[in-house]
């Protein structure tokens, strides 16, 4: 798949190589599938959570999607400002996210919380190593997408262990 994507580089003005463009855009790849994946695990949250907390949870689960949500803009349109096809659907997210499929009987606010921090844990993690990627390469603006992103998912974690920590 990275070699398709960087055969499909668009030309473009943009003064980085076509070399580190394609790498940069196998990489936002990933991470595109991953937002918009969880874009849609905090709405299954959202529809599905019950407990005596449900009000103040259901309207957390539908910030953090708000929240994804843009992530997803950003960094689809960070990876066709390099030149890349977005693969941008959901049937394409499930192939690219690197999160596990969220299970789909969940019901108790206590399960949601700790399985989307789970996937906000994953992902921050995969992020970091995103960053350390996109500097290597010399993409300072695709790192400092990321790390923005990063920040976002390690305040959205917060909100949610905030509820089972201490
Ligand atoms: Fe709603």
Do not use: C
Request: charged residues 25%; negative net charge; without cysteine.
């Amino acid at each position: 798949m990275a070699k398709k994507d960087k055969t499909r580089l668009h030309t473009s003005k943009n003064p980085l190589s076509e070399n580190i463009r394609g790498s940069m855009v196998q990489l936002l790849q990933k991470h595109l599938g991953t937002a918009v994946d969880l874009t849609y695990q905090t709405k299954q949250a959202h529809w599905n959570v019950k407990g005596m907390n449900f009000i103040a949870v259901h309207k957390l689960f539908d910030e953090l999607h708000e929240v994804t949500e843009a992530y997803v803009d950003d960094i689809a349109e960070r990876l066709t400002g390099l030149g890349g096809q977005a693969h941008g659907t959901v049937q394409a997210a499930t192939e690219n996210s690197v999160l596990a499929p969220y299970p789909l009987d969940l019901v108790k606010s206590e399960d949601h919380l700790k399985r989307l921090a789970d996937s906000y844990a994953h992902w921050s993690d995969e992020v970091q190593k995103g960053i350390e990627e996109a500097s290597e390469a010399g993409d300072a603006l695709t790192e400092d997408l990321l790390t923005e992103v990063g920040r976002g998912l390690d305040k959205s974690l917060y909100f949610l262990e905030s509820h089972f920590q201490g």
